[in-house]
């Protein structure tokens, strides 16, 4: 097992990519016939798009992704909430290369639908245990010094399916409730130092003006600290389903307390309790007590391709590739597996690895046909390693939903197929 991790080398890779393509070439059947192209197109043929002019200028005046791509998309798992309006869409993890999400394709979850807010009627209020309770508009938060950070929000429920065993066939539907995009926004202790904290301050409750009133206590060290008001994400204004026109960010925490549509942000000397800290968003222990604000995601890793919803088509060169995140700071490493879990070799990160954002990883294989069992798992810069299934269920059992961060198996069959399993 380890050779095939080997690199291969140069002169190796150019020929076992071409003997990969010509392999794949040669086995298409009519299934595969599209990708094999259109004869008529194919060199030394002047295809149709070189023939004629193509669509102009603002013809496309919001681009959207090719037609060819109408695969990329959210889905949603139906048989998993009673309704849509309370759910959750997936983000096509294994669609997508680098570690930006594109807007249109970050995972959605809302407790009461989509709040569409017209930015004119937008107010903040913020008021509780301050000296000067204040009233803001969006043009009164632009106004504000502001940032640009990139940050992974991750569902504390993601994986939360996965729990008594091997699930959802897929990294979209086992991982995909999460995003990394880059905010701009306001710090929110500019706000509070507006508004002026009352030294007997401990805590804020953040509360959203979609139906749900989605509310979370957060402490005041965290508000104070790399929390924003972000009201842009990836340059443009946030999307609905993102919280427009301003949500709360809260790097490295669970998703649910990143609250969307925010309207009020109250003071206080003590949590709320609410409903989504109490009966959700809590940890239910194997002795039957609950942990309580298990804020922080703990470092997470998932293989993206190969991955059950993208067949492996060929032999020869093979780049297994994934994203990790920690939100305790930077991912150090990633560590990847054949032979679930008893090889293990460091991948490449590629690109920026960002503090609390995700890193893209890659490592390469000379794949010969044979069973691979890959895995990977996620080192961040506090040491912190990403444990295995069993581990994680040695501390925590199997009652919990949330914060399920354990190591993810893949089975790659011989004829390339890919199924989501357990090793032991
Ligand atoms: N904020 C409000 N107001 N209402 C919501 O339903 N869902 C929370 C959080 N903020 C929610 C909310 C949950 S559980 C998560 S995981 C994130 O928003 C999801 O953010 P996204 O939809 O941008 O992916
Ligand atoms: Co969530």
């Known amino acids: 097992m380890t050779d095939a991790f080997d690199p291969p080398s140069r002169k190796l890779s150019r020929r076992a990519l071409l003997a990969g393509a010509a392999g794949a070439a040669g086995a298409a059947t009519a299934g595969e016939a599209a990708s094999a192209g259109n004869p008529k197109n194919l060199p030394p043929n002047v295809p149709s798009w070189t023939r004629t002019l193509g669509d102009g200028v603002a013809v496309r005046p919001y681009g959207q992704p090719s037609k060819f791509e109408k695969h990329v998309i959210r889905r949603d798992v139906q048989w998993l909430t009673a309704s849509r309006e309370s759910s959750v869409s997936f983000t096509p993890l294994h669609e997508l290369d680098g570690i930006i999400t594109p807007s249109g394709l970050c995972f ?13 009627d937008y107010r ?12 803001f508009t969006l043009d009164d938060l632009k106004r504000f010094p502001r940032v640009n950070r990139i940050y992974f929000l991750e569902c504390a429920a993601n994986s939360g399916m996965e729990w008594r065993g091997a699930q959802l066939n897929g990294c979209q539907y086992t991982h995909g409730m999460v995003h990394c995009v880059e905010y701009t926004g306001v710090p929110l202790k500019l706000l509070l130092a507006e508004a002026g904290l009352k030294t007997s301050a401990k805590w804020i409750l953040a509360e959203g003006a979609d139906s749900a009133s989605m509310a979370r206590s957060i402490p005041l060290a965290k508000a104070l600290g790399d929390c924003l008001v972000a009201y842009r994400m990836n340059g443009e204004m946030l999307r609905p389903e993102q919280g427009y026109p301003a949500r709360l960010v809260v790097p490295g925490w669970e998703g649910n307390v990143w609250v969307k549509w925010l309207r009020r942000i109250k003071v206080g000397d003590q949590p709320w309790h609410a409903r989504e800290e109490t009966s959700k968003y809590t940890d239910l222990m194997p002795d039957g007590s609950a942990r309580k604000f298990t804020f922080v995601m703990d470092a997470k890793s998932v293989i993206t391709s190969p991955s059950p919803q993208l067949t492996l088509g060929h032999k020869g060169v093979t780049v297994i590739s994934g994203l990790a995140w920690s939100g305790r700071g930077k991912v150090k490493r990633v560590d990847v597996s054949l032979d679930g879990g008893r090889n293990w070799r460091a991948a490449k990160i590629d690109g920026v690895a960002l503090d609390r954002a995700c890193v893209r990883f890659y490592a390469e294989t000379d794949w010969n046909g044979q069973e691979m069992l890959l895995q990977s798992r996620a080192i961040d810069d506090t040491g912190y390693v990403q444990p295995s299934k069993a581990e994680l269920r040695k501390v925590r059992g199997v009652n919990s939903i949330y914060h399920n961060n354990g190591i993810q198996t893949w089975r790659v069959a011989p004829n390339g197929e890919v199924e989501n399993v357990e090793v032991s």
Do not use: T, Y
């Open 108 to 120: 959605e979850r809302h407790h009461g639908g989509i709040a569409e807010i017209d930015p004119d």
């Open 124 to 135: 903040l209020m913020l008021h509780g245990l301050v000296d000067k309770p204040l009233m």
